[in-house]
């Protein structure tokens, strides 16, 4: 056998080349991401079309259209991307392919950090990708029927990057969760449970459920691809929250992935 | 390129798995890590990469801990746990991922996808493998990075007898250029056939270290007589340092006294002995002795 001749080492590039190979070698991965994409770009099909062909006499229907409303689902189809997260580190812990990883980057928060960058960049071309498609499909559909709504380039960036940022965000949630969780079942739970369950119960037991709604994740970064007038938190305080969310749990999920017998 | 383990501890609740280890694995040498199941191979080997973190003590190579080198993969290869891949992945996927931390070139991965014989299966998924296949997959994920030193535990678990002879042949290959081999496994024969030091650990403590060969050395050899008269021959020849077991009728073991001695002792005596068989300390008889209190889970039956 021939010896290797250059002098090798492990950094967060190699690592996350290294993810990258990992995620797109399972097909699975793929299909939920390419699923979760074709949602986004259906919506945004559909909602103008709707629009179009909406019932005139209905007084919910009975509004101008708006851009916000062409990627209006992202929020909660975002949860698919999040999950899917989830899974790529639990379903390392389930196969024993963790010691592998945890082999090749001993240091571990570059294997880390590397799957959240790769889960996140996904996410973010996902988001870019299904947004700047439905922004430029949508006003020709409204056209149709005579209807149009008028979108300033910052808006249009904000809607456009948002997205990517928004679904990139939501994404680093799941990671954390399955790196601290590390089941495949119970983390997916925990996942859907924080971010759509939770965030409704306090609603159940108190008058200002509805005000503390506003703090969770989806809730939250949602603002950011929301009319600015919405919430008087604002567009960017919406995404700050979510951020938080996101940062504190891969905080949390990194010391213990450095920390625990793998 | 040594592996030191130094005072390594291991505790789970009150339970030590491996407890206050300390040995050297020297480079040019198969050393072989032998002991009864749940004696604490696995858990430190584990340690030895970081995968475990010891309650007490450390492992070097080189002088270094694993995860501070800055080429994990081509100090240490390890096979910790054959078939460590999603079941939906290909051989050659999992390879390509663990290659690129290190931007190990794919032509590196085809050379170790050769040197397993897996080439011809590399776009198949492992949850097709055999057991024998996917040890042969976790030996080329180890031979990746071209390591100065290989830990394998259990390596020839699974393997049909083309492929142990298969890993011995490696093993020893690897040991003459100057690597460290360092291999875990519950059975004695199958490391007699390998190794050239050998590690016993038991309960968790390391209870022997040293050559294979001298497991066996210093030991009294035994003879075994067969007569009609065991009884007064045994009065015979028992004296100081010299001690008479039976181990079923008209048989006795002898140890302490040569077979020369013996034979002349029972002519002058007028005995007849229809048999009289010096007796190799055997190297099971070594480990046997060895880990007799130290076996976790000793069977009934024995």
């Given amino acids: ?262 | 390129m040594s592996i030191e383990v130094l005072g390594l501890s291991k505790q789970y609740g009150d339970h030590f798995a491996v407890k206050d280890a300390t040995f050297r694995v020297e480079p040019g040498k198969v050393t072989g890590f032998l002991g009864p199941n749940g004696a604490g191979k696995s858990t430190t080997m584990r340690s030895i990469v970081g995968l475990d973190r010891p309650t007490a003590g450390e492992a070097l190579i080189d002088g270094q801990r694993y995860a501070a080198q800055t080429a994990p993969l081509q100090r240490v290869g390890a096979l910790l746990d054959a078939k460590a891949a999603h079941k939906s992945r290909t051989a050659w996927n999992y390879l390509s991922s663990i290659a690129a931390t290190h931007h190990i070139p794919r032509s590196r991965v085809e050379e170790v996808l050769d040197a397993t014989g897996l080439t011809s299966v590399a776009r198949r998924k492992v949850g097709g493998f055999s057991l024998g296949m996917g040890q042969r997959l976790g030996i080329a994920a180890a031979l990746l990075g071209d390591p100065a030193t290989l830990i394998l535990d259990e390596p020839v678990n699974g393997l049909d007898p083309e492929g142990v002879t298969w890993v011995r042949t490696l093993l020893r290959t690897l040991a003459d250029e100057g690597r460290t081999v360092f291999l875990s496994s519950h059975l004695l024969s199958e490391l007699a056939l390998i190794a050239d030091h050998v590690i016993i650990i038991g309960r968790g403590q390391i209870l022997a270290d040293s050559p294979i060969s001298a497991l066996t050395e210093g030991k009294e050899q035994r003879v075994r007589i067969r007569t009609s008269q065991a009884a007064e021959f045994s009065n015979r020849v028992a004296a100081g340092g010299v001690t008479v077991t039976s181990t079923e009728r008209d048989v006795l073991e002898i140890e302490g006294l040569t077979a020369e001695h013996i034979a002349e002792t029972a002519r002058d005596a007028g005995i007849l002995l229809v048999e009289l068989t010096p007796v190799k300390h055997t190297l099971e008889d070594a480990y046997n002795e060895i880990t007799r209190d130290a076996v976790e889970y000793a069977s009934t039956t024995r």
């Fill in chain 1, 1 to 262: 056998m021939t010896s290797l001749t250059h002098s090798h080492r492990v950094d967060l590039a190699g690592a996350t080349r290294s993810e990258w190979i990992k995620f797109h070698g399972l097909r699975s991965n793929l299909v939920l991401a390419g699923f979760t994409f074709a949602l986004i770009v259906a919506n945004a099909l559909l909602m103008p079309w709707a629009y179009v062909f909406r019932d005139r006499s209905s007084v919910q229907a009975d509004y101008a259209p708006y851009p916000e409303m062409i990627i209006d689902k992202t929020g909660y189809i975002g949860l698919l991307l999040a999950i899917l997260a989830a899974l790529l580190i639990t379903n390392e812990y389930r196969s024993g392919q963790i010691k592998m990883t945890l082999l090749s980057v001993p240091k571990r928060i570059p294997a880390l950090a590397a799957k959240a960058l790769v889960i996140a960049g996904v996410s973010f071309l996902i988001g870019v990708a299904s947004a700047g498609i439905g922004l430029a499909i949508a006003p020709a559909i409204l056209a149709g029927g005579g209807y149009s709504y008028e979108l300033d380039v910052s808006d249009a960036l904000r809607l456009i990057l948002g997205s990517g940022l928004y679904l990139a965000t939501l994404s680093i949630i799941g990671i954390a969760l399955g790196a601290i969780i590390r089941n495949v079942v119970a983390s997916v739970l925990s996942t859907i449970a924080l971010l759509v369950i939770l965030p409704i119960i306090p609603q159940i037991f108190s008058e200002y459920g509805g005000e503390i709604k506003r703090f969770f994740p989806i809730e939250a970064g949602s603002l950011l691809l929301g009319q600015s007038t919405t919430d008087s938190l604002g567009p960017w305080i919406g995404y700050l929250i979510l951020a938080i969310w996101a940062l504190g749990l891969l905080a949390l999920a990194a010391v213990l992935f450095k920390r625990r017998d793998a």
